[in-house]
């Protein structure tokens, strides 16, 4: 039972249930997984020991958030995939497909505008958004190898450090991307999906550097090689 527990508790992870800086109350779970608070505590003392819950006051749970430097690498690897399930996708597009991308797109659109972002909402609507075009084109093999890729660490990245800006430019990328699908181009699709996933890659080696400053990691005199200014105040035109 405990083994089960464990990689119970593991798929709600995964699957965006929690997410980084979130508490997870023992009870809760317990509750969830109609089981006694016993097995519950040794599924948390093993994700305890590998890093991916951590103790705060109060021996409260939190899930720790994602290394933005991982998250750099993974976005890397993404941004040499996804173009192609993109460009797939173009071959096999249809109403149907480009309505729900609208519509998951007008969602985050929503999400962004209010007067807190719904990060949470955001994340979630995205990451159906690319999910629906990895499916589209009707390989599952390539479908399954970039969200292996995509979902590599147990806790999914957040937008919890996201500004309005980069959400808003974010989105309206994704809104080129329903362009170039609607258009049925595929070097558009291709190409706007690169775009996409760099730009984001760009964001986490902001809140990466961000951290790293906070943190005493880095020299505060280090500047960026084109601005000759501070890394963190990159303009946004140079980001993208």
């Not at 089960?4 to 023992?26: F, Q, S, T, V």
């Not at 806790?155 to 809104?175: A, G, K, Y």
Request: net charge neutral.
């Amino acid at each position: 039972m405990a083994d089960d527990i464990y990689a119970k508790i593991r798929a709600l992870i995964a699957e965006g249930a929690y997410l980084g800086g979130d508490a997870i109350p023992e009870s809760e779970l317990a509750a969830r997984l109609g089981v006694s608070r016993t097995p519950i505590r040794e599924a948390m003392r093993r994700l305890q020991a590998e890093g991916i819950i951590e103790r705060e006051a109060y021996r409260r749970a939190v899930l720790v958030e994602v290394d933005p430097n991982e998250v750099i690498h993974i976005f890397t690897a993404r941004a040499a995939l996804e173009p192609i399930a993109a460009g797939m996708a173009v071959a096999k597009s249809d109403a149907a497909f480009i309505d729900g991308l609208r519509d998951l797109h007008d969602r985050m659109d929503h999400a962004i505008h209010l007067p807190d972002p719904d990060r949470r909402a955001y994340r979630d609507c995205n990451a159906r958004f690319h999910r629906l075009i990895w499916r589209q084109g009707g390989n599952a093999i390539f479908a399954d190898l970039v969200n292996l890729v995509a979902r590599k660490p147990v806790v999914s990245p957040t937008f919890n450090s996201w500004t309005r800006d980069e959400l808003i430019r974010s989105n309206r990328q994704h809104n080129d991307l329903v362009a170039a699908f609607a258009a049925d181009d595929r070097d558009w699709a291709e190409a706007a999906m690169a775009a996409h996933l760099f730009s984001s890659r760009a964001t986490y080696r902001r809140i990466s550097e961000e951290k790293a400053l906070a943190a005493g990691g880095l020299d505060t005199g280090t500047v960026h090689k084109k601005s000759r200014r501070p890394i963190r105040a990159q303009r946004e035109d140079e980001i993208d």
